[in-house]
Structures are given as C-alpha cells and as structure tokens.
Nanobody, 125 residues
Framework: QVQLVDSGGDLVQEGGSLRLSCVAS????????MGWFRQPPGKEREFLAA????????VHADSVKGRFTASRDNAGKLVYLQMDSLKLEDTAIYYC??????????????????WGQGTQVTVSS
C-alpha cells in the first residue's frame, strides 16, 4: 500500500523559513510527479508546486514563486518544499501528493491520486 507522510510543519515567525518533507513508501516516489498543496483555514485547497519524477521540471504557483521551492531526492524517497520569507497568509495545512503523470506538472488536485496526511504550518507576527 502506498503511503505518503508529510512532516516539518511548525510555528514560525513572519519572515522565517521552514522546510517540509514528504517520504513515500514503495517505488512510487521515484516514478511520478510530486506536488505540494495547502489548505488555509476556512478556504479551499490550493496548488503550490509540482516537480517531475526526474526533478528537471518544476512549476510554482504565483502566490509562492520566489519564496517556495520544491525539490526531490529520489534515492532517499523524499520530496521537499523549502519555504522562505513566510507570511501570515501562508498559515495552512500543507500536503504532499503523488500525481498520475511522470513528465507533466499538473496544478489541479484531481490529477493527484495519493496524498499525505498533512502538516500544520502557522506563521505568527
């Protein structure tokens, strides 16, 4: 059974940094595009970033471009989301997800079939 486990969420001050991690069981991590999403309180889930299986192609949402960076380590079966210059509005539950594709970078959640359990990021002033 495929499992994704998110971690790294924490309480951080505005302007600070965090790195989220996602570890996957089995061979899935090295085979498919991986994505990051978040769900702020009272809002819908939104796309943040995606990275192809080989790490060559990435896409980031405009709201986080230049501040967040997705990367992956297939040898270690890990995907990361480096978050810098955090803002109050970045407060949310963050999820990693495994897409159904290898070479594209989908930005809608219906293109992802496996999800982590989520990790809470809270940015304080």
């Amino acid at each position: 059974q495929v499992q994704l486990v998110d971690s790294g969420g924490d309480l951080v001050q505005e302007g600070g940094s965090l790195r989220l991690s996602c570890v996957a069981s089995g061979k899935i991590l090295g085979s498919y595009t991986m994505g990051w999403f978040r769900q702020p309180p009272g809002k819908e889930r939104e796309f943040l970033a995606a990275i192809t299986w080989d790490g060559i192609r990435t896409v980031h949402a405009d709201s986080v471009k230049g501040r967040f960076t997705a990367s992956r380590d297939n040898a270690g079966k890990l995907v990361y989301l480096q978050m810098d210059s955090l803002k109050l509005e970045d407060t949310a539950i963050y999820y990693c997800a495994c897409a159904t594709s290898r070479l594209s970078v989908p930005t809608t959640d219906d293109q992802y079939r496996y999800w982590g359990q989520g990790t809470q990021v809270t940015v304080s002033s």
